[in-house]
C-alpha cells in the first residue's frame, strides 16, 4: 500500500485560490489522495503574502500550508501565521518570528511532518543556512513522531534547491522546490527513497509572468515607469506533484507531476 501526497505549487492571488478550492475536492478523490499540501505564500489578493481569509480558503480543501520569503507581506499576516497551527513559515528566519518553521498533520493514520526553508541564493533576505536549519527541523519531527516528512524549499537557484535535495535524500520522503513559479521537468526519486522536484511550478493565472499581469511585468522592463505589479486575472493553471510513499519502508516510489487549469 501507498500514501498519497498532493503538493500544490505557490497559489497566486484570487485566481490561484479559485483553481485550488476547485479542483482540489476532485483531485482527491480522483488520484486517492491522502493529504494535500499548499505552499500559500503568494494567497492574499496582492500576490504577496498570506492572510486570514486566503489562508482559510485554501485550508477549506489542504491539510497543511507551506510558504517562503513574502511570509508577513500582507496586513494580518503575521497573527495569522503567528495562531495557525496548520501553517509552516522558513524555519531559518531569524529567531523571534511569529509562526513555526515546521508542523505535523495526521491523515489516515500517518503522522506527516511538513517542513518550509528559503534559499540564500539570490534572494534578498538575510537568513541563516537552509541547511542547518532542516537538519534540526527534520530531528525535531522524528522526535515528536513524523512517519513521512515533506521538505518545501522556497529558493531562487536551482543549484541550491539541487543541493538541498541532495542533502536531505534519504532521511525525508520529499523535497519539492517552490519559489520560481515555473515547472521544472525532472521529478525523481532519489536514493534512499526521496522524492524531488526543483520546482513544481505555480497555481494561477496562464496569461502572466510568474502570476503578475503581464503587460505590468513587461512595462516594468521596457522602463515605462512603472512602480507596482498587479496580480493577472483570467484563466488558471494549478501545477502540483503527487508523490506515492510505501507505507511499509516509508521510501517514496513515485513523483508524477499534476497539471490542471480552470477557466474564471
Ligand atoms: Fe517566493
Same mark, same amino acid.
Given at each position: ?78 497573527? *495569522? ?84 535535495? *541532495? ?98
Amino acid at each position: 500500500m501507498t500514501f498519497r501526497l498532493l503538493f500544490i505549487g505557490d497559489v497566486m492571488g484570487a485566481a490561484g485560490c479559485a483553481a485550488v478550492r476547485t479542483h482540489v475536492p476532485d483531485l482527491r478523490r480522483e488520484l486517492n489522495l491522502d493529504a494535500v499540501v499548499v505552499n500559500g505564500e503568494n494567497s492574499a489578493p496582492s500576490g504577496r503574502g498570506i492572510t486570514h481569509e486566503s489562508g482559510s480558503e485554501l485550508l477549506s480543501v489542504a491539510d497543511f500550508l507551506t510558504l517562503g520569503n513574502h511570509t508577513f507581506d500582507a496586513v494580518g499576516g503575521r497573527e *495569522y501565521v503567528g495562531r495557525e497551527p496548520r501553517v509552516a513559515r522558513p524555519a531559518n528566519l531569524e529567531a523571534g518570528l511569529p509562526g513555526q518553521g515546521s508542523g505535523m498533520f495526521e491523515a489516515n493514520g500517518m503522522c506527516v511532518g511538513v517542513l518550509n526553508v528559503q534559499g540564500r541564493v539570490f534572494m534578498k533576505q538575510d537568513v541563516r543556512s537552509p541547511f542547518e536549519a532542516a537538519d534540526e527541523a527534520v530531528a525535531d519531527l522524528e522526535a515528536a513522531g513524523a512517519d513521512l516528512i515533506l521538505v518545501d524549499v522556497h529558493a531562487e537557484a536551482t543549484s541550491e534547491k539541487q543541493a538541498l535535495g *541532495y542533502h536531505l535524500a534519504g532521511r525525508v520522503q520529499a523535497v519539492v522546490g517552490t519559489h520560481t513559479h515555473v515547472p521544472t521537468a525532472d521529478t525523481r526519486i532519489l536514493s534512499g527513497g526521496t522524492a524531488y522536484v526543483t520546482d513544481v511550478g505555480m497555481t494561477g493565472s496562464r496569461e502572466s509572468v510568474i502570476g503578475f499581469d503581464k503587460e505590468d511585468f513587461l512595462g516594468l522592463f521596457l522602463g515605462k515607469g512603472i512602480s507596482r505589479l498587479g496580480v493577472s486575472k483570467g484563466p488558471a493553471d494549478l501545477n502540483a506533484v503527487v508523490i506515492e510513499v510505501d507505507d511499509g519502508n516509508h521510501q517514496a516510489v513515485r513523483i508524477e507531476r499534476i497539471y490542471r487549469s480552470l477557466a474564471v
